[in-house]
């Protein structure tokens, strides 16, 4: 929820939602219904992130942006991961994160 975020935000920067809303000349009158779960105008939500050095979707979804473009590289796994049939979704997280470090038993073959 927008309110949850721009409080933690405001928490993190050492401020308060009603001093960011009036430094930005704005009335604190809606931070209720904020708080109720309706979201902000976006011009305002923007203002806010601008203010308070922060992404829009660190505003809106708590989250840090993704980058604007990847790698081919990137892209081809992206790719490969879409086309995996739901069901079969978990079985390959749980084969690649088994695999995402060389075995001990195997380390010394990879130096030779």
Request: charged content about 30%; glycine content about 6%.
């Amino acid at each position: 929820m927008v309110y949850d975020n721009f409080s933690d935000v405001c928490k993190e920067k050492g401020t308060s939602i009603t001093a960011v809303l009036k430094a930005l000349g704005k009335s604190t009158g809606s931070t209720g219904n904020w708080a109720k779960g309706q979201f902000p105008r976006l011009d305002i939500v923007m203002e806010m992130a601008s203010y308070l050095g922060v992404s829009l979707d660190k505003l809106v979804y708590n989250r840090e942006p993704l980058p604007a473009s990847i790698s081919e590289s990137d892209q081809e796994w992206l790719d490969i991961i879409c086309r995996i049939p739901a069901e079969k979704q978990e079985m390959c997280k749980d084969f690649l994160r088994t695999h995402m470090a060389v075995p001990e038993k195997y380390a010394d073959e990879k130096k030779a």
